[in-house]
């Protein structure tokens, strides 16, 4: 964490001292490329994640000062690494089976013991190894079935099927033993990380004809009367039945946005447009995302990121895939502009890596720069409208 820190401040005092000098047209010139699907784009960060994923994460292990996170930040990258390879694989289909494979090779990653690790330790049991019984498990279980319904859509029988039917299976039972949320960990609840397995649930029913509706709106009706504060933002931690222990935060409302995309479209796009409404700022073509909002104040930590004048870089980033995959050109062209200026983009031998975010960062903006539009990819629900209405900002499509 602490090199990732000093890298951040680096790249945040040669942002300042450029923002003067460098128009955003500059630092955002490939925004519109991005938003379209340019294939020589994604294949740039997608090459420099594989040489990163292909190396074995394993055997150079983050270094925050915390085994538990140091999986954790591990999981992640193939996680996000997976999305982000399977997403492009919908989008050039020419390109599958190459994809596919790097999509396998970051399942059998977050599969290691090592990825397992955050899980296991804090439960004290595998969360695999425990898919009969009833703990919640979700940051694991929910992430990682969010990959293999990806990877069921592209090909329903594959190497990873007969796992992707036991835990999609163990969630939607565990959902349904339930009122409330599933924890993420022994007395810990976050509404972002059931948004993770709602999502697989959506894509599993997608994949292979199963009927999760009912646990699908079943949740919808628990985040809006339950998770949701009174500017629509998602709380960030609650107790099981959903009484609030933390306020919303950008960085949960917008990652759940995202993964609310592949099962519930109406409620992804009620978060992305409460969250733009409360959390966005544009300076001088430059946009950014406010983790907290003035009426509903907060710290920063591990999720959130690092904080800046309000500003959060996780929920900044996050922002990225529901604004792609709602058509949302200009916001998409203002947090682009900005991550391309303070990420720091370093391009080698027809590569590109984010100096200033390293494995875990980069996988994360694939996934984001590459998010679909929901209609791809999430169920058709028969429902009522939310009523909230969407955000009128005349966004465009455009994205593939």
Not at 246 to 269: I, W
Request: charged share 20%.
């Amino acid at each position: 964490m602490a090199s990732f820190l000093r890298k951040l401040a680096l790249a945040v005092t040669l942002g300042v001292a450029t923002t003067a000098t460098v128009p955003h047209r500059i630092a955002g010139w490939e925004a519109d490329s991005w938003f379209e699907g340019d294939a020589a784009l994604q294949d740039k960060l997608a090459k420099g994640l594989r040489e990163t994923t292909s190396d074995d994460l394993v055997e150079r292990p983050f270094r925050t000062g915390s085994a538990h996170f140091d999986s954790e930040w591990l999981f992640g990258s193939y996680m996000m690494a997976a999305m982000g390879y399977g997403q492009m694989a919908l989008a050039l289909p020419e390109r599958e089976p190459e994809l596919v494979r790097d999509m396998d090779r970051c399942i059998e990653g977050m599969l290691k013991e090592k990825s397992r690790y955050y899980d296991t330790s804090t439960w004290g049991e595998d969360p695999l190894a425990s898919l009969d019984g009833e703990r919640g498990h979700v940051a694991f279980l929910g992430y990682m079935n969010l990959v293999l319904g990806l990877r069921r859509v592209l090909s329903p029988k594959n190497p990873h099927a007969a796992l992707h039917d036991r835990v999609t299976a163990a969630l939607e039972r565990r959902f349904s033993h339930t009122s409330g949320f599933l924890e993420t960990f022994p007395g810990q609840t976050f509404p972002v990380d059931n948004a993770s397995a709602i999502g697989s649930l959506g894509l599993h029913q997608r994949a292979t004809g199963t009927d999760h509706t009912k646990t699908i709106l079943a949740f919808r009706a628990l985040v809006n009367t339950k998770a949701r504060q009174d500017d629509g933002l998602l709380v960030q931690i609650t107790q099981t039945d959903g009484r609030h222990r933390d306020v919303g935060r950008g960085s949960g409302t917008f990652l759940g946005s995202y993964f609310l995309s592949f099962a519930d479209p109406e409620l992804a796009r009620s978060l992305y447009d409460a969250g733009k409404r409360a959390l966005y700022t544009e300076h001088v073509g430059f946009g950014a995302m406010r983790e907290h909002t003035e009426a509903h104040p907060g710290g920063d930590d591990i999720d959130s990121g690092p904080v800046f004048l309000g500003l959060g870089v996780s929920s900044s980033g996050f922002a990225i895939g529901p604004s792609r995959a709602f058509g949302d050109r200009e916001t998409f062209r203002g947090l682009y502009a900005l991550l391309h200026l303070f990420g720091l983009p370093v391009d080698s031998s027809g590569t590109r890596t984010y100096a200033s975010g390293g494995p875990i960062g980069d996988a994360i903006v694939l996934a984001m720069l590459t998010a679909r539009p929901p209609e791809t990819l999430a169920p058709p629900l028969a429902t009522a409208s939310l009523g909230s209405g969407h955000d009128e900002t005349g966004n465009e499509g455009g994205v593939r």
